[in-house]
């Protein structure tokens, strides 16, 4: 996961989604990523982990797992991913009213 600086170069996300399809056909130097690919990845980073908690809860139950901190590490990883999710939920979410309380 990538932590982005904060910049006057914000721009709203209707106008990144826009952007995105002309941005695939050009090959430009290699930028810092977006806020809008760091919140992906950290949604892809808890899909995925809770996946992988769900197939070994299955494998565990049927007998197919031996060692047992494979699956206590798979889940801290779940945990993890799910904290950092929602510390940048809270962060956005936080960071939204305080945009939105300042006076024009």
Do not use: W
């Not at 709203?12 to 695939?24: F, G, R």
């Not at 430009?28 to 806020?35: C, G, L």
């Not at 494979?70 to 940048?88: D, G, M, Q, R, S």
């Amino acid at each position: 996961m990538y932590i982005v600086p904060i910049s006057s170069s914000i721009t709203p996300l209707n106008i990144l989604s826009q952007n995105e399809a002309a941005a695939e056909d050009v090959s430009s130097p290699k930028k810092s990523p977006s806020f809008t690919d760091v919140f992906r990845e950290v949604i892809t980073d808890v899909t995925d982990t809770q996946q992988v908690v769900n197939e070994d809860s299955a494998r565990l139950v049927m007998g197919e797992i031996d060692d047992l901190h494979t699956i206590y590490n798979n889940l801290t990883k779940a945990e993890i991913a799910v904290e950092t999710f929602v510390a940048v939920k809270d962060a956005c979410q936080q960071s939204y009213n305080e945009i939105m309380q300042m006076s024009m």
